[in-house]
């Protein structure tokens, strides 16, 4: 009889389990569908909102704090978390031309509005959320600094998921025209998409060019080169692309075409607003990834409305750039 009385009990339980494991897969596929539409399709461009424990000190002295103004890495990061907080609640900070934005992992695992960081960027905003996995640089060798190791990376990518981030970025440098290095330095960026895809989430490969190389254009054309053979030789899948933008006007332009590639973006690398803005102009195919030129003129002593303004000119700049080519 206790047979008989459970059976009722236990079914219908383990029916709305498996119920709602489905739902939840279907929904999962609907969102990711949606935002590969985004990441695809639409005319917008993405914001880098991921500065790390490096590059916050200048950031935050950019953004009008000065280094004593607080004390240790926590309340370093409580600053800076406050700072993007800001600017992805402003009005103009929306998916009608903000199509994704890059996040810090603090930002990811942090809050907007009292819900987590990611939902708050899809669901209330419309943008696609991204997250930056790498642990920084190691020494320079050969013209690159290639990425130090990341031990945590799969539980990493398993959080992410479970907070409905879209995709990754990983960033390396290049310094000379190595072929050797760069050869090195891209071949680590695949091997790394491979690890990231197999969670089901979109890797950025972002081999940077600085912009202060003395043979930048060099550097460019063995890079394009590089993607390219890459790109020939993956089987499945895809990955976006996320590059310096090129001396060489279109030089990546055919990468954009590949079959292989969702999106290639670009990144500011220090150039300032007007000066990326011109520069990315006469790169068809390519959208802004930026950072620095986003948010450079962004005040905290700034008023709301002077904030939002301010905002709202450095979108519309980037917008245009990324979708109004010469």
């Not at 760069?182 to 071949?187: C, K, N, W």
């Not at 692309?241 to 969702?262: F, G, N, S």
Request: hydrophobic share 45%.
């Amino acid at each position: 009889m206790s047979i008989v009385r459970t059976v009722p009990i236990v079914v219908p339980v383990l029916v709305a389990a498996a119920r709602a494991v489905r739902l939840q897969a279907r929904m999962t596929v609907v969102t990711n569908e949606t935002m590969t539409a985004q990441m695809t399709g639409k005319d917008g461009f993405i914001a880098a909102l991921d500065q790390s424990g490096g590059s916050t000190p200048g950031a935050l002295r950019q953004y009008g704090i000065a280094d004593d103004a607080y004390s240790g890495d926590e309340e370093m990061f409580r600053l800076m978390h406050e700072m993007r907080v800001r600017i992805i609640t402003a009005p103009a900070f929306t998916g009608e031309k903000v199509i994704g934005a890059i996040l810090f992992e603090r930002t990811m695992d942090g809050e907007a509005q009292g819900k987590p960081v990611p939902h708050f960027l899809w669901r209330d905003r419309g943008v696609v959320p991204f997250l930056k996995v790498d642990k920084g640089l190691g020494a320079e060798r050969d013209g690159v600094q290639m990425m130090k190791p990341m031990p945590g990376l799969d539980a990493l990518l398993e959080w992410a998921v479970k907070l409905d981030v879209y995709g990754t970025k990983m960033r390396s440098v290049i310094t000379g025209a190595s072929k050797e290095g760069i050869a090195a330095i891209v071949a680590q960026q695949f091997e790394v998409a491979r690890q990231i895809a197999g969670h089901g989430l979109m890797p950025i490969i972002e081999p940077e060019v600085s912009i202060k190389s003395p043979s930048k254009a060099a550097a460019e054309a063995i890079l394009n080169n590089e993607l390219t053979r890459h790109l020939d030789a993956m089987t499945d899948g895809r990955v976006m692309l996320k590059l310096t933008i090129p001396d060489q006007a279109d030089l990546y332009e055919a990468l954009t075409r590949h079959a292989r590639v969702e999106r290639v973006v670009a990144l500011s690398g220090g150039y300032k607003l007007d000066d990326a803005c011109e520069r990315l102009r006469r790169n068809h195919g390519m959208i802004a990834s930026f950072s620095r030129a986003l948010i450079d003129d962004l005040k905290k002593g700034m008023n709301d409305a002077e904030f939002d303004a301010t905002l709202a000119a450095a979108i519309d700049k980037i917008y245009q750039a990324s979708t109004l080519k010469a």
